[in-house]
């Protein structure tokens, strides 16, 4: 009987049965599919060898010499199983403040085979040469250095290094200034004494556990998460490809919450999948920076895991073609492949974007010190060069530079979009440099001063705002965005000590309590992206493309600020009313999305779970609920992402490579 339409090979004719000699066409096709399947077998392996580089002939050379490396390395790798270890082999034990695992001296195959098997691979120069692929062997032990009560003071990482060949040497790296005399900075546990704070931070942890999880299952290894009909996304800033822009936001902040699984889970990632060589399109310099650089940093900081300085080394490295301009002032978008980079074609002819090439101090300063390249410190205080010795129109900074000229593009002036976080980064270099960075804080002090004088108003009830500037006329519109400038006056008061200090902190409480205004006057007790102030109208948006939110923490990081300075209950309450909001309008089976319209008391969701909502909203959330020892602000300053970046010469986990001369 034929099977699957193949006739037999044997014929009946003339009463016996003969062999066919001819093979019909049907079954010509099948024969050749089987040989061309068997050769595909045999020989395509070649081509998913580890050199990928080379041609047909090299692939065949390099597995007739790894075949060949076999045989001569083949009596060494088989060995018979060892003896059983005693009860003291492989334990670890501290002897004259050092670590050491203890090694059966007795079992040949730890002190005879193996070191008769190194010796024939180091004698040996082609196998010694030979391009291997190795997974990574690294023994840590994670030392609690001290303890207060339930506060973790200080995470030392132990780094291995054999000795003698037998001996295993455990030693503190890492550590920039811990000479003992300063405490370790309290970079987990925290909690407050109020049993009511701890319950409420629990319940921030368990937000940040349930948007994880959904993004952990729906968009494992996307930039970002929608929640609602579960599957991955991708904002144009991130380009077209899947980053994991969401697991480097969040690091730093599962470390800080202690969800240690989770934590491993997003580390393996970024060693196994985060490379930007693999990247085909634009990105933007600013929010690659912030999030991804920012983001590397600061758990490198925390944990002083190489891994995240040098992914974060090559991240920024890949930014650099950016800054070749004749200024020095960077373009906003890059292709990482081929370095060509250009400007949004709406900003003001080209130009580059104040709040965007004037966020990248904290992160670049810092990289050049951890790593000891000074390329991204000239690079930031070039630009800072040019900033200064142009002169501004009415003392203050426009929104646009055109980066070939070096001139101010059209005079719009804003403490929000297009201008916030340069402001922002003024007040947080000086204090990044352990205050020895006195033309941040200068320029810092004259620019809040002509916005405190010109921009800064009450509206007709009294709630304090800060208004646009557009062609010297004042535009009475706040932006969600602007909602951080309440931290940023709260923490220049507090840094610099002057005869405006105390304005500046009443400027600080009422803008808190005016974007607390813009939450509590919507149905859903959250705010819009903007909100206005005319005579009838105070802290609510009139445009329907200003009613969204999407998850955004300025108003809470405010509010975290104001707490830490002045421990008034409110903040700690509002930030509780929020949760509740979120909890009620955001939350989706698989996480959390923002909604279209605050004004609406059934609001539908724009199904965006974005990945600030890990670094910023949550982190500020749960800090407003901890101990103050908890990141310190002695110790730490915030990125515009809220990464932590240590303090230069106050925090014993700046890690800098090297010591360097005073660059103040």
Request: glycine content about 8%; some cysteine.
């Amino acid at each position: 009987m034929a099977f699957g339409g193949v006739l037999p090979l044997y014929s009946k004719r003339n009463g016996s049965w003969t062999l066919r000699r001819i093979f019909r066409s049907r079954e010509k096709v099948l024969i050749f599919l089987v040989c061309l399947t068997f050769l595909f077998i045999c020989i395509g392996p070649i081509f998913f060898l580890p050199d990928l580089r080379g041609g047909l002939s090299t692939r065949v050379d390099h597995v007739y010499k790894v075949y060949k490396q076999m045989q001569k390395a083949g009596p060494e790798l088989i060995l018979p199983p060892p003896p059983p270890q005693s009860g003291e082999e492989g334990a670890i034990r501290k002897h004259e403040g050092l670590y050491h695992i203890v090694v059966d001296h007795n079992d040949i195959h730890l002190s005879d085979d193996k070191q008769r098997l190194m010796e024939k691979i180091n004698n040996d120069e082609e196998l010694r040469h030979m391009r291997v692929i190795e997974k990574p062997v690294v023994l840590t032990v994670s030392s609690t250095v001290a303890n207060k009560g339930n506060q973790i003071v200080g995470q030392v990482d132990e780094s291995v290094r054999v000795q003698n060949g037998n001996e295993v040497e455990l030693e503190k790296s890492g550590l920039s200034g811990g000479d003992g005399k300063n405490p370790l900075p309290v970079v987990q546990g925290g909690e407050d004494r109020d049993p009511v704070a701890r319950q409420r931070r629990d319940k921030v942890k368990e937000m940040v556990l349930h948007a994880w999880r959904g993004y952990k299952t729906y968009a494992w290894g996307k930039n970002e998460l929608r929640p609602v009909s579960k599957r991955g996304h991708t904002a144009g800033i991130f380009g077209r490809q899947d980053m994991g822009a969401t697991i480097v936001d969040a690091l730093d902040t599962l470390y800080i919450m202690g969800l240690m699984d989770e934590f491993n889970e997003g580390r393996a990632w970024v060693q196994y999948h985060l490379d930007f060589n693999q990247l085909r399109s634009e990105m933007s310099v600013f929010e690659t920076n912030i999030r991804f650089v920012g983001g590397l940093l600061s758990v490198y900081s925390l944990t002083g895991d190489p891994l995240f300085r040098d992914r974060a080394l090559h991240i920024a490295r890949k930014l650099l073609p950016a800054f070749d301009t004749p200024t020095g002032i960077p373009y906003a978008l890059i292709n990482v492949a081929n370095g060509i980079a250009k400007n949004y074609a709406w900003a003001s002819g080209g130009s580059s974007i104040l709040s965007e090439f004037g966020t990248l101090h904290l992160e670049f300063v810092y990289l050049s010190d951890i790593s000891g390249d000074p390329v991204f410190r000239e690079k930031v205080m070039r630009i800072r060069d040019v900033i200064r010795k142009t002169e501004r129109p009415d003392g203050l900074y426009p929104n646009y530079m055109n980066p070939k000229t070096g001139k101010w593009g059209q005079r719009h002036t804003s403490i929000g979009a297009l201008g916030d976080s340069f402001y922002e980064y003024l007040i947080k270099a000086y204090i990044q440099s352990g205050a020895k960075d006195e033309i941040a804080r200068d320029m810092y002090v004259e620019a809040i001063g002509v916005i405190t004088n010109r921009l800064v108003l009450k509206s007709h009830s009294g709630l304090t705002y800060i208004a646009e500037s557009k062609f010297n006329r004042l535009e009475h519109k706040m932006d969600h965005l602007a909602c951080f400038s309440g931290g940023m006056y709260a923490l220049g008061a507090k840094r610099i000590e002057s005869q405006v200090s105390a304005t500046h902190m009443e400027i600080a409480e009422g803008l808190a309590n005016t974007c607390h205004e813009s939450y509590i006057r919507t149905p859903t007790g959250l705010g819009p992206e903007s909100f206005r102030f005319t005579e009838g109208i105070e802290a609510r948006a009139l445009k329907s493309s200003e009613k969204y939110y999407i998850l955004r923490p300025e108003v809470i990081e405010t509010w975290f600020y104001m707490w830490r300075f002045t421990k008034d209950q409110k903040y700690r309450d509002w930030a509780w009313e929020a949760i509740l909001a979120l909890e009620k309008y955001c939350r989706a089976e698989a996480g959390y999305s923002g909604i279209q319209n605050v004004y609406m008391e059934n609001p539908q969701k724009d199904d965006v779970q974005q990945s600030f909502i890990f670094a910023e909203t949550f982190k500020y959330l749960y800090l407003i609920f901890s101990d103050d020892s908890l990141l310190s602000l002695d110790e730490w300053v915030l990125n515009t992402e809220a990464h932590p970046i240590p303090v230069d010469g106050n925090n014993a986990f700046y890690r800098k490579a090297q010591e360097t001369e005073n660059q103040w």
